[in-house]
């Protein structure tokens, strides 16, 4: 069989040349690693992610369960452990060593440190799924399933009945020196770095530093709970569970800042670029960096606010939640303020960009929600977490990361985006897909499904919750499916882009330029904008507007006298059409009249 012209074994060394970066220097070739084995773990717990969806679904719709108990726990757990260490953590050092190179323009040292510890993280992956046997069965969730005991410990010998080989602890401790093992050697490079400026470093370089230092101080709990484990499963010490909980929590709940904050950091380096004008105010920006470091890691407990601990303790947690709470108020008005008036093209990178900002705003609401004792006490331990959490990886933290790599992405390769119209279906798919997992989880603990849940109530509202989530996952991954062929093809067939030596603003206007929003979105754009145009001859833009809210206010009134119980379909839509026509008569109907 004649292979096609783009697919022969020249081509195909292309590929895997381009994909390693085997023609650059060392530092290239490592990022490129990481962000290729990232990809690759990242693939693996998207499956696994798709098998949870798989066995809550049809036991929803149809009363059956697909997989055994182990495979479904244990799929749960190789989601978490591979979607967010193997891939994002290792992603999020790949793009700082990235740019700490090219920002400080930085001589790399220490080779020997980075390698060791881009070796033990992926070895740690390796270690905490457990044996794989490929004859009789293919087994990769033995140690992972051993999280159907949800309290901690996990499988020590004389503290749990389902007792786990070490190997379980040695992985988590090959993870805990990645953490720090790559974590100095980013921190020594910035110490090189600064010894030789007289200038201070720029805002996202500061985010990219106090990231490092944030992972670092958040691994403290778990790496002694680690090795506290290990040692109590020889039975040299004892174990007390609560105590080693809230130690693990350490770094349960700082987690979140570590993978948040890199979108932050892509946020203070692209809404600058994107609106061409200068941050409002680096002194906000500084200050808001150092009170994340200082307030992410001492919230540790906030989510146990149920178990047995002072509860002055639990008060002074609450408080420390709301803490958190000014440096991010502080961003999102200098972000703001940034971006106000400024005139920029809509293009892939700008989209995720604006993604990124919008959703760190709705899920950080969420967030303060569980932070708070009265409302825990309702949530805790329900999917509401669950989608606090992924509301704040899937609509902030990834759109952050793929805005940054939809222009790194020509730099490390030299090559344009293959295809425009896919990155645009990329964008819009996962999306939608991702706000439809956020507000299925939601749902799913406002009526208090437990997480981990295998089963549960076979309730209309929950059953469809339940639909609403895996429709939403199978849109995401598809759409990110169609992103990674996009990334082969650019690597295969892509133009050159010419971006080598060009400063990083200029790329990102080209690379944004060349993925600006297809022609078909302005020409179905065109009747609408005329329409408009024959509204403001009888109506202003505002009040035309307002006639809209008006109508759709009425509708809503339609749509409720038709639901047969409060816990349908019909209640959610006349909730958001009620909503919707209310913001469209109050905003603009207001604005025209110059009240506002």
């Given at each position: 069989?004649?292979?096609?012209?783009?697919?022969?074994?020249?081509?195909?060394?292309?590929?895997?040349?381009?994909?390693?970066?085997?023609?650059?220097?060392?530092?290239?070739?490592?990022?490129?690693?990481?962000?290729?084995?990232?990809?690759?773990?990242?693939?693996?717990?998207?499956?696994?992610?798709?098998?949870?969806?798989?066995q809550e679904t049809l036991w929803g719709f149809a009363g059956l369960l697909q997989f055994t108990p182990q495979e479904y726990y244990g799929a749960?757990?190789?989601?978490?452990?591979?979607?967010?260490?193997?891939?994002?953590?290792?992603?999020?050092?790949?793009?700082?060593?990235?740019?700490?190179?090219?920002?400080?323009?930085?001589?790399?040292?220490?080779?020997?440190?980075?390698?060791?510890?881009?070796?033990?993280?992926?070895?740690?992956?390796?270690?905490?799924?457990?044996?794989?046997?490929?004859?009789?069965?293919?087994?990769?969730?033995?140690?992972?399933?051993?999280?159907w005991y949800y309290l901690s410990p996990l499988g020590i010998p004389g503290y749990s009945s389902y007792v786990l080989s070490p190997f379980f602890?040695?992985?988590?401790?090959?993870?805990?020196?990645?953490?720090?093992?790559?974590?100095?050697?980013?921190?020594?490079?910035?110490?090189?770095?600064?010894?030789?400026?007289?200038?201070?470093?720029?805002?996202?370089?500061?985010?990219?530093?106090?990231?490092?230092?944030?992972?670092?101080?958040?691994?403290?709990?778990?790496?002694?709970?680690?090795?506290?484990?290990?040692?109590?499963?020889?039975?040299?010490?004892?174990?007390?569970?609560?105590?080693?909980?809230?130690?693990?929590?350490?770094?349960?709940?700082?987690?979140?800042?570590?993978?948040?904050?890199?979108?932050?950091?892509?946020?203070?380096?692209?809404?600058?670029?994107?609106?061409?004008?200068?941050?409002?105010?680096?002194?906000?920006?500084?200050?808001?960096?150092?009170?994340?470091?200082?307030?992410?890691?001492?919230?540790?407990?906030?989510?146990?606010?149920?178990?047995?601990?002072?509860?002055?303790?639990?008060?002074?947690?609450?408080?420390?939640?709301?803490?958190?709470?000014?440096?991010?108020?502080?961003?999102?008005?200098?972000?703001?303020?940034?971006?106000?008036?400024?005139?920029?093209?809509?293009?892939?990178?700008?989209?995720?960009?604006?993604?990124?900002?919008?959703?760190?705003?709705?899920?950080?609401?969420?967030?303060?929600?569980?932070?708070?004792?009265?409302?825990?006490?309702?949530?805790?331990?329900?999917?509401?977490?669950?989608?606090?959490?992924?509301?704040?990886?899937?609509?902030?933290?990834?759109?952050?990361?793929?805005?940054?790599?939809?222009?790194?992405?020509?730099?490390?390769?030299?090559?344009?985006?293959?295809?425009?119209?896919?990155?645009?279906?990329?964008?819009?798919g996962y999306v939608v897909g991702a706000a439809m997992i956020s507000v299925g989880f939601d749902q799913l603990g406002l009526y208090g499904i437990?997480?981990?849940?295998?089963?549960?109530?076979?309730?209309?509202?929950?059953?469809?919750?339940?639909?609403?989530?895996?429709?939403?996952?199978?849109?995401?991954?598809?759409?990110?499916?169609?992103?990674?062929?996009?990334?082969?093809?650019?690597?295969?067939?892509?133009?050159?882009?010419?971006?080598?030596?060009?400063?990083?603003?200029?790329?990102?206007?080209?690379?944004?330029?060349?993925?600006?929003?297809?022609?078909?979105?302005?020409?179905?754009?065109?009747?609408?904008?005329?329409?408009?145009?024959?509204?403001?001859?009888?109506?202003?833009?505002?009040?035309?507007?307002?006639?809209?809210?008006?109508?759709?206010?009425?509708?809503?009134?339609?749509?409720?006298?038709?639901?047969?119980?409060?816990?349908?379909?019909?209640?959610?839509?006349?909730?958001?059409?009620?909503?919707?026509?209310?913001?469209?008569?109050?905003?603009?109907?207001?604005?025209?009249?110059?009240?506002?």
């Amino acid at each position: 069989m004649n292979l096609p012209s783009w697919l022969t074994q020249s081509s195909i060394w292309r590929l895997v040349s381009s994909l390693f970066q085997l023609d650059k220097d060392w530092t290239a070739r490592m990022v490129t690693a990481m962000l290729v084995m990232g990809v690759a773990w990242g693939f693996l717990g998207t499956i696994d992610s798709l098998m949870v969806r798989i066995q809550e679904t049809l036991w929803g719709f149809a009363g059956l369960l697909q997989f055994t108990p182990q495979e479904y726990y244990g799929a749960i757990t190789l989601h978490a452990s591979r979607d967010l260490f193997g891939f994002a953590q290792q992603i999020i050092y790949a793009i700082i060593i990235f740019f700490t190179i090219r920002l400080l323009n930085l001589q790399p040292r220490a080779k020997w440190l980075l390698i060791t510890s881009f070796v033990a993280l992926n070895v740690s992956m390796m270690f905490i799924e457990g044996p794989i046997i490929l004859t009789p069965t293919f087994n990769d969730n033995y140690f992972a399933a051993g999280s159907w005991y949800y309290l901690s410990p996990l499988g020590i010998p004389g503290y749990s009945s389902y007792v786990l080989s070490p190997f379980f602890y040695f992985g988590w401790l090959l993870l805990d020196f990645f953490t720090y093992g790559a974590g100095i050697w980013i921190v020594y490079h910035y110490y090189v770095a600064t010894r030789q400026m007289k200038q201070r470093l720029p805002v996202p370089v500061v985010f990219f530093l106090m990231i490092i230092l944030l992972f670092m101080l958040g691994y403290s709990g778990v790496t002694a709970a680690d090795v506290w484990d290990v040692l109590a499963y020889y039975h040299v010490v004892g174990l007390v569970p609560i105590d080693n909980q809230i130690l693990f929590w350490i770094f349960g709940h700082s987690v979140v800042y570590m993978l948040w904050l890199p979108a932050v950091a892509a946020l203070y380096l692209l809404v600058p670029i994107l609106a061409r004008r200068p941050l409002y105010s680096e002194r906000m920006g500084r200050l808001s960096a150092l009170l994340y470091l200082i307030f992410s890691n001492n919230v540790p407990i906030h989510h146990l606010y149920m178990v047995n601990i002072p509860v002055s303790l639990k008060i002074l947690q609450e408080v420390f939640t709301y803490a958190v709470v000014v440096p991010s108020m502080m961003t999102f008005f200098n972000l703001w303020a940034t971006a106000k008036g400024a005139k920029f093209t809509w293009n892939v990178i700008s989209a995720f960009t604006v993604t990124s900002f919008a959703g760190a705003i709705g899920a950080g609401v969420t967030g303060i929600a569980n932070g708070t004792i009265a409302f825990d006490a309702v949530i805790h331990n329900t999917m509401w977490v669950v989608g606090h959490f992924h509301a704040m990886i899937l609509l902030s933290i990834v759109p952050g990361a793929m805005a940054v790599f939809y222009y790194m992405m020509p730099m490390l390769t030299g090559r344009e985006w293959y295809s425009k119209s896919m990155a645009w279906g990329h964008f819009w798919g996962y999306v939608v897909g991702a706000a439809m997992i956020s507000v299925g989880f939601d749902q799913l603990g406002l009526y208090g499904i437990v997480r981990r849940s295998e089963i549960y109530p076979r309730f209309p509202a929950v059953v469809d919750a339940e639909g609403l989530v895996t429709v939403g996952a199978v849109l995401a991954a598809t759409a990110t499916l169609l992103w990674g062929l996009n990334v082969v093809m650019t690597v295969l067939r892509g133009k050159l882009a010419n971006v080598e030596g060009l400063p990083l603003d200029q790329v990102v206007e080209k690379v944004g330029e060349e993925l600006s929003a297809p022609t078909v979105l302005a020409s179905v754009s065109t009747p609408v904008r005329s329409v408009l145009s024959v509204s403001r001859r009888a109506l202003s833009r505002g009040y035309s507007l307002g006639v809209l809210g008006a109508a759709l206010i009425v509708v809503s009134s339609f749509v409720i006298a038709f639901a047969h119980s409060t816990y349908d379909l019909y209640t959610w839509t006349w909730i958001v059409l009620l909503t919707i026509g209310i913001f469209l008569v109050a905003i603009p109907v207001m604005r025209d009249s110059k009240a506002v």
